[in-house]
């Protein structure tokens, strides 16, 4: 059965951190590319960080420098590490597994950015 869990969103202040996880169970873990992608009330879905099997990885601009995605195969479990947060990065955040044919999503954890 496929299970998507994700932990970590939360209130935080401008200017701290929170570390997103996110194990996946259900499927071959290893041979997926995993991202996280976020939704702003209002906005579209839009791409943060990827890391594909092989541990390359990708980052939207506007996390460069602020944002570091890394995944534990052998836990199954994909982690985003965010740091100098902004309020504009208040927004649910969502655990994505993608490889060609097929793709999922985990349900969503809330982070936000305010004072």
């Known amino acids: 059965q496929l299970q998507f869990v994700e932990s970590g969103g939360g209130l935080v202040q401008p200017g701290g951190s929170l570390r997103l996880s996110c194990v996946v169970s259900?499927?071959?873990?290893?041979?997926?590319?995993m991202g996280w992608y976020r939704q702003a009330p209002g906005k579209q879905r839009e791409l943060v960080a990827t890391?594909?099997?092989?541990?390359?990885?990708n980052y939207a601009d506007f996390v460069k420098g602020r944002f570091t995605i890394s995944r534990d195969n052998a836990k199954n479990t994909v982690y985003l590490e965010m740091n100098s947060l902004k309020p504009e990065d208040t927004a649910v955040y969502y655990c994505?597994?993608?490889?060609?044919?097929?793709?999922?999503w985990g349900q969503g954890t809330q982070v936000t950015v305010s004072s």
């Open positions: 994505n597994a993608r490889q060609v044919g097929s793709e999922f």
């Open positions: 259900g499927l071959f873990f290893r041979f997926y590319t």
């Open positions: 890391a594909t099997s092989g541990s390359s990885t």
